[in-house]
């Protein structure tokens, strides 16, 4: 399975920026589709996490309230939304996918087998 993340860039504090995560040769059915981001000098931190089949979606902590991660059966697509973006969500950010995880899993960036290639995202005070 190769997921490739897109939609990166360069903004100004405050602003919005959609994230794409689609996957080659292979459709999502069950899988938890998850964002993780790492920041230099940071260990990876996991951002947000959905269930294909059925919806359900997670997030961490620092994102709850700003993201919102979903998803595109036609499209193949997971998205994260991401608004009143701060300095501190500088990264890259990486979409991976995962099978048979739970809340108390969908966390753990090691319990995903599958990686996109990452896309930075750089927010400007």
């Known amino acids: 399975v190769q997921l490739q993340a897109s939609g990166g860039g360069l903004v100004q504090a405050g602003d919005s920026l959609r994230l794409s995560c689609t996957a080659s040769g292979h459709t999502f059915r069950n899988e938890n589709v998850g964002w993780f981001r790492q920041a230099p000098g940071k260990e990876r931190e996991f951002v947000a996490s959905i269930r294909w089949a059925g919806g359900g979606s997670f997030y961490g902590d620092s994102v709850k309230y700003r993201f919102a991660i979903s998803r595109d059966n036609a499209k193949n697509t997971a998205y994260l939304q991401m608004n009143s973006l701060k300095p501190e969500d500088t990264a890259v950010y990486y979409c991976?996918?995962?099978?048979?995880?739970?809340?108390?899993?969908?966390?753990?960036?090691?319990?995903?087998?599958?990686w996109g290639q990452g896309t930075q995202v750089t927010v400007s005070s």
């Open positions: 991976a996918a995962g099978y048979n995880l739970i809340a108390s899993t969908m966390r753990d960036w090691g319990r995903y087998a599958y």
